[in-house]
Nanobody
Framework: QVQLVESGGGLVQPGGSLRLSCAASGLTFSWYTMNWYRQAPAKERELVASHSAGGSRNYGDSVKGRFTISRDNYKNTVYLQMNSLKPEDTAVYYC?????????WGQGTQVTVSS
């Protein structure tokens, strides 16, 4: 059974940084694209960043130049380094992957950007 567990969220001031982690189990991690999504209150879930098995990375327009996705295939972990955080980055951040046609999601980690 695929399991994804996020960590690293919290309260940070505008302009600050956080690094999120997502530990994966139950899959051959290096084979799969890993994604970070976020959902703010009363808003739809949006793709923040994705990292393919082949190494390509994609970012949502709102985070380009500020966020960096990376992965460690030995630790079965994907990271999201978030810099220059803004209040509009406040959301629950989710890790996800698609394995054999099924979507898997973590429980989410709250990121709050506020002074």
């Amino acid at each position: 059974q695929v399991q994804l567990v996020e960590s690293g969220g919290g309260l940070v001031q505008p302009g600050g940084s956080l690094r999120l982690s997502c530990a994966a189990s139950g899959l051959t991690f290096s084979w799969y694209t890993m994604n970070w999504y976020r959902q703010a209150p009363a808003k739809e879930r949006e793709l923040v960043a994705s990292h393919s098995a082949g190494g390509s990375r994609n970012y949502g327009d709102s985070v380009k130049g500020r966020f960096t996705i990376s992965r460690d295939n030995y630790k079965n972990t994907v990271y999201l380094q978030m810099n220059s955080l803004k209040p509009e980055d406040t959301a629950v951040y989710y890790c996800s992957t698609l394995v054999r046609g099924q979507d898997y999601w973590g429980q989410g980690t709250q990121v709050t950007v506020s002074s």
